[in-house]
């Protein structure tokens, strides 16, 4: 089965620096990869995600990027701001069956002002 | 945040005692799921249904039994044979390859 590994446990950045968030996966069928953030007490929500089509994504601050080659994806976050203090989680998944995406152990972002 | 709902926030068991977390959606989801999430372990698949009346167990099901006899509904009860249970529990469903998650259950055994 998959195994997805995320790299670090937790961050601490100041207000304003850049935060990266590394995943790696196992299983090479795997072609579909959100990232989820959850803030403290609350639901995971879906804040951006990748296909294996494609290298790069972005959405305003958060960016996301793939290497299918070495079989990892990062979350990038710039300008970072205390509200995206949080856990965030990588996930893998092989969409060619049912959804059942792994996800990896989550990262705790801490963003001091 | 409507769409998935999950009840009760907060439950306290007894050792020994089985209990019931509910957990309902109006997105007309087929998939529904289960996570437990304890710190620094991330979300692990208890069990998972993708249609009505049918279900899968997932990486740690041992404890745990779910039923699905309507789609908007997947009820999980946490057994006595649960030698840990004390953790919070993630419902969610899935549209789309997106998976909306419920606000959660947490669980204290006393």
């Known amino acids: 089965g998959e195994n997805v590994e995320q790299h670090p446990s937790t961050l601490s950045v100041q207000e304003g620096d850049s935060a990266v968030i590394k995943c790696t996966y196992s299983?090479?069928?795997?072609?579909?990869f959100p990232w989820y953030k959850q803030e403290l007490g609350k639901r995971p929500q879906l804040i951006i995600d990748?296909?294996?089509?494609?290298g790069e994504k972005k959405d305003q601050r958060i960016a996301v990027t793939l290497n299918k080659t070495a079989k990892h994806f990062s979350l990038h976050i710039t300008e970072t701001q205390p509200e995206d203090s949080a856990v965030y989680f990588c996930?893998?998944?092989?969409?060619?069956?049912?959804?059942?995406?792994?996800f990896g152990r989550g990262t705790s972002l801490i963003v001091h002002p | 945040d409507g769409g998935i709902t999950q009840s009760p926030k907060y439950l306290f068991r007894k050792e020994g005692q089985n209990v019931t977390l509910s957990c309902e959606q109006n997105l007309n989801h087929d998939a529904m799921y289960w996570y437990r999430q304890d710190p620094g372990q991330g979300l692990r698949l208890i069990y998972y249904?993708?249609?009505?009346?049918?279900?899968q167990k997932g990486d740690i099901a041992e404890g745990y039994s779910v039923s699905r006899e309507k789609k908007e509904s997947f009820p999980l009860t946490v057994t006595s044979a649960q030698k840990n249970p004390t953790a919070f529990y993630l419902c969610?469903?899935?549209?789309?390859?997106?998976?909306?998650f419920g606000p959660g259950t947490r669980l204290t055994v006393l």
């Open positions: 969610a469903s899935e549209g789309y390859n997106e998976q909306f």
């Open positions: 990748i296909r294996s089509n494609v």
């Open positions: 996930a893998a998944n092989d969409s060619g069956g049912s959804y059942i995406p792994t």
């Open positions: 299983d090479s069928a795997s072609n579909y």
């Open positions: 249904s993708q249609i009505v009346n049918d279900f």
